[in-house]
Every structure is written in structure tokens, then in C-alpha cells.
């Protein structure tokens, strides 16, 4: 027995200046209930993505889904945290509660409100994520940023290719109406520091660094002996998670073995090659991390990545299109939000209902949502499933 995905629920994601944690939970879990066609009596459980690590005085949310109906009154509700996978996190949980047959129809949400704090506020609950011992004080933008002076030390200066990275999800969250920021940026303007495009940690400017956002996603999943009973189903052709030492010391940065390593089991289970991919949502928390997924996931050789990008390979039309929907980078990253995102942004894709950023006749699609730097890893190959 395993699990379809059968319903999904998506807010814009963005400054939403009069929307609480909880109200953002409660219009993306309406939006998937609606989508599958079922009721919240229906459900029999109830996992929920959230990092907040202080972004919010909501430190136990688990169960404010419940004020959305009365049907969901005594369900059992899990809250999931796994820094910037907290989404994926919950995805996986309710697979697995299906699995085991715990439970037939789950709802899965991931939510975060990053606003209600100033960017210092931020940077300080997002460093939460590193390990404390050795790297407390140290903000995630300077995490990356030496990943991207260790890659420009071995491989040369790549501020052009992730400038590149940078323009090209600005232009795809273009076709995505519910991405934080629809405003074409242009390798130029990514590539030049400026007022308008700071730096941020050296080599990373301004245009390298994910989006501050608030939003929630929130899927429907239930058991595949139940799907014919509904109008779309998308299946899990193999799921992995792969966790990596906390401690950035104790890792090769040019490698991205825990990403490299969540990949290669995600493909093996699947009996595939990135090559049977069409389409795939990565985590591009900062452009240097999209770099390195190009190399981890296969599509180059190490200290090649720049080739997916200048052969056209990720672009929308290229082989294998990467973050359609803008990515982290432009469509935002609420960060308890992201994984659950992925897969409806996937599940979407693979059932022809992903409007202007549609890969046409996809048909086999990945997700990779990663928490902390490259740390807790997750890789989805989703495919759709006929139904009657």
C-alpha cells in the first residue's frame, strides 16, 4: 500500500501583512479539502510542516487547522520540523502513516510567517538551523556564501552563472501568479553590485539570496486503494530522505554529498536516470545551491554545473526545465511552506493543471526541498496514475 496525492492548496506567497500563521493554514487546507472533494470528516489525521524557531509566538500549531471545521475535532495532528525540509518533513510523515495503514486520508500542511519579524529578526531564527557549537552567529547567507568561495576557489569566479540562475527564476515565476516576487530581473542587473543589488556575504549579492515570505501549501494524500475515487491522483514512484553530519567541518562543501546521496537512492528506488526526468522543483535557498543540485542530481560533472545553465539543459525548454515556478529565489520561501509547495507544484505539473508554467506531456517529475545546509535532504519522483 502507498500513498496518492489526490488534493492540493496553495496561497500566494509574499509580504501578507493581514494574514496570521493560522489563517494561512486555514485557506491552503480549504483549498486542498475542496480540490480532493472530501470532507474534513473525512480525514484521518493531520501533520503540519513549521520551522518558526521564534518567527512567531505560534510555537504549537499543530491543531490550528481545527478552527477551519468542526469535522476535524479530535483528529490526531503532528507538527514537523526539519529546518527548511519541515514541509517535506510532514509530506513524508503522512506517507508513511498511510503505509503502515494508520490512516487512509491525511491532510498535510506547511506554513510559515517570516514578516512579523525585521530581516535581522529573520536572519537571527533562520541561523537556528546551524550547528550552534561551531557556527552560532554565523547567518545562512554567509553559510552559502562559503560554499560559493570555496566552488570559485576550485573552479574559478561564477558570479555570471548564478547571476544566470538568478534571472532565469525570476523570469519563470513570471508565468506563476502566486509567487512572492513577478518581476523579470536580468542577468545584468543579477550580476552587478549596486544599491538596488547589494552584497549580501561576499560573493553573494542581494539577487543570490531566497526571498523573506509568509505562506502555506497543503496537500491531500490517501491510500492508492482509494484512488480511483477521485478526478486526479499523482504517485510516489520513490521518496528518500538522507540526512548528513549537522557540523558544515565535518563535509566536503564541493561535494553536496547529502544532496548527491539523496538523489542517487531516489533514483535507484525509481529504476530511473536524471536523463527520465521531465521536469524537476529544487531548492534554491541561494543561488550557489542550484548550482551545486545541477552537479548533485547528476545533469554535470563536479565544477561543470555552469554547462546546465549555458546549454539551456534547465530552462523552460530545455531537457530537464528547473523550478518552473520560480523557485525559492522568486516564487519565496516561507520556510515550514517550501516542501509542501514542491509536491503541489509537482502534482500540478504531472496532471496538466499547472497553467502558464505547464511542462507539456510531463510525466515523471522530481522534488528536492533540503534543510540547513544541505543537511536533511529529500528527494521525490513523482508520476501521475490514470484514474477511471
Given at each position: 500500500m502507498d500513498a496518492y496525492i489526490v488534493g492540493w492548496g496553495?496561497?500566494?506567497?509574499?509580504?501578507?501583512?493581514?494574514?496570521?500563521?493560522?489563517d494561512l493554514i486555514i485557506e491552503?487546507?480549504?483549498?486542498?479539502?475542496?480540490?480532493?472533494?472530501?470532507?474534513?470528516?473525512d480525514i484521518d489525521a493531520i501533520y503540519v510542516g513549521h520551522f518558526n524557531s521564534g518567527l512567531v509566538s505560534d510555537g504549537f500549531p499543530s491543531s490550528l487547522v481545527l478552527g477551519l471545521d468542526d469535522g476535524l475535532r479530535f483528529?490526531?495532528?503532528?507538527?514537523?520540523e526539519n529546518a527548511c525540509a519541515s514541509g517535506s518533513a510532514a509530506v513524508y510523515a503522512a506517507r508513511n502513516a498511510i503505509r503502515t495503514g494508520d490512516a487512509k486520508t491525511v491532510l498535510v500542511?506547511?506554513?510559515?510567517?517570516?514578516?512579523?519579524?525585521?530581516?535581522?529578526?529573520?536572519?537571527?531564527?533562520?541561523?537556528g538551523a546551524s550547528y550552534q557549537k561551531e557556527e552560532k552567529g554565523v547567518s545562512f547567507p554567509q553559510v552559502f556564501a562559503r560554499f560559493a568561495s570555496t566552488y570559485f576557489q576550485s573552479y574559478?569566479?561564477?558570479?555570471?552563472?548564478?547571476?544566470?540562475?538568478?534571472?532565469?527564476?525570476?523570469?519563470?515565476?513570471?508565468?506563476n501568479p502566486l509567487a512572492?516576487?513577478?518581476?523579470?530581473?536580468d542577468v545584468e542587473f543579477c550580476n552587478t553590485v549596486s544599491d538596488k543589488n547589494p552584497m549580501i556575504a561576499a560573493p553573494l549579492r542581494m539577487s543570490d539570496c531566497s526571498l523573506i515570505s509568509d505562506g502555506a501549501a497543503a496537500l491531500i494524500m490517501v491510500s492508492d486503494e482509494t484512488s480511483g475515487d477521485f478526478a486526479n491522483a499523482v504517485a510516489f514512484r520513490s521518496a528518500v530522505q538522507v540526512n548528513d553530519f549537522l557540523p558544515m567541518s565535518r563535509r566536503d562543501l564541493l561535494a553536496f554529498e547529502g544532496p548527491a546521496e539523496a538523489f542517487r537512492r531516489a533514483y535507484e528506488t525509481a529504476g530511473i536516470t536524471v536523463s527520465d526526468l521531465d521536469f524537476a522543483e529544487v531548492h534554491d535557498c541561494f543561488t550557489i545551491a542550484e548550482l551545486l543540485v545541477y552537479e548533485a542530481m547528476g545533469l554535470t560533472l563536479r565544477g561543470q554545473g555552469r554547462r546546465a545553465i549555458d546549454e539551456g539543459l534547465i530552462l523552460p525548454g530545455g531537457a530537464l526545465p528547473i523550478n518552473l515556478s520560480g523557485g525559492l529565489k522568486a516564487k519565496g520561501h516561507p520556510v515550514g511552506a517550501t516542501g509542501v509547495s514542491m509536491h503541489v507544484i509537482a502534482a500540478r505539473q504531472l496532471t496538466g493543471q499547472a497553467g502558464a508554467m505547464q511542462k507539456q506531456n510531463a510525466v515523471l517529475g522530481c522534488v528536492f526541498n533540503m534543510g540547513g545546509s544541505g543537511v536533511a535532504n529529500y528527494c521525490s519522483i513523482l508520476e501521475p496514475v490514470k484514474v477511471a
Open positions: 496553495h496561497t500566494k506567497f509574499g509580504r501578507l501583512d493581514g494574514k496570521t500563521l493560522e491552503a487546507a480549504a483549498e486542498a479539502i475542496e480540490s480532493a472533494g472530501i470532507t474534513a470528516a483528529k490526531p495532528a503532528t507538527r514537523l500542511i506547511g506554513a510559515e510567517k517570516m514578516t512579523s519579524k525585521d530581516t535581522a529578526g529573520v536572519t537571527e531564527a533562520l541561523s574559478g569566479d561564477h558570479s555570471r552563472t548564478l547571476a544566470q540562475i538568478a534571472a532565469k527564476n525570476h523570469a519563470n515565476a513570471m508565468n512572492h516576487l513577478q518581476k523579470p530581473l
